[in-house]
Antibody, heavy 114, light 107 residues
Framework: QVHLQESGPGLVKPSETLSLTCTVS?????????WGWIRQPPGKGLEWIGC???????YYNPSLQSRLTISVDTSNNQFSLKLTSMTAADTAIYYCARDLTGLWGQGMLVTVSS | EIVMTQSPATLSVSPGERVTLSCRAS??????LAWYQQKPGQAPRLLIHGALTRATGIPARFSGSGSGSDFTLTISSLQSEDFAVYYC?????????FGRGTKVEIK
């Protein structure tokens, strides 16, 4: 059974960088698909952040592109997100997901606060 | 960027009623459209992909229709567990984009 699990800090200070990792089990990232991130501010809708292929090919949300890096670590079957210059507007539940397949992690709340 | 517009924002419905949710894209999607259901505290669940095809394990009361840029999710007879927020998402291009959602609430 394929499982995705987000990990990282639940609290980030303003202006700092958020680093999240998604660990995939039950399926090799090298086998295909794009692997991505979606976020959801409390009480609001879903925002697609970006995704990556095991080859390293990436697609980003233009509104976040200047602050965003998504990378893949195939040896550990993980992919990661780095979002710089965090503000309160970046407070959200962050989900990792396998593109197009409805397979999502449970999500983790990241709060930006001093 | 493809803009997805869902309507209505909120729908008040009684159990057993038929429900129709709308999703319109700013350009043609070649049926590359998915519908998700999200309940409080849960990750979204895929209901429909390819605009028409139910995902594995999704009850037959959920159906997707439409083509081009106009799509519909129909719930034939609303059950108590169907009260939730529904999102459409296009995957015809990058970036992937979601609609703002339709909340189906109890009347």
């Amino acid at each position: 059974q394929v499982h995705l699990q987000e990990s990282g800090p639940g609290l980030v200070k303003p202006s700092e960088t958020l680093s999240l990792t998604c660990t995939v089990s039950g399926f090799s990232i090298n086998s295909g698909y794009y692997w991505g991130w979606i976020r959801q501010p409390p009480g609001k809708g879903l925002e697609w952040i970006g995704c990556i292929h095991h080859s390293g090919s990436t697609y980003y949300n233009p509104s976040l592109q200047s602050r965003l890096t998504i990378s893949v670590d195939t040896s550990n079957n993980q992919f990661s997100l780095k979002l710089t210059s965090m503000t309160a507007a970046d407070t959200a539940i962050y989900y990792c997901a396998r593109d197009l397949t409805g397979l999502w992690g449970q999500g983790m709340l990241v709060t930006v606060s001093s | 960027e493809i803009v997805m517009t869902q309507s209505p924002a909120t729908l008040s419905v009684s159990p057993g009623e038929r429900v129709t949710l709308s999703c319109r894209a700013s350009q043609s999607l070649n049926n590359n459209l998915a519908w998700y259901q999200q309940k409080p505290g849960q990750a979204p669940r895929l209901l429909i992909h390819g605009a028409l095809t139910r995902a594995t394990g999704i009850p037959a009361r959920f159906s997707g229709s439409g083509s081009g840029s106009d799509f519909t999710l129909t719930i034939s007879s609303l059950q108590s567990e169907d009260f939730a927020v529904y999102y459409c998402q296009q995957y015809n291009g990058w970036p992937r984009t979601f609609g703002r959602g339709t909340k189906v609430e109890i009347k």
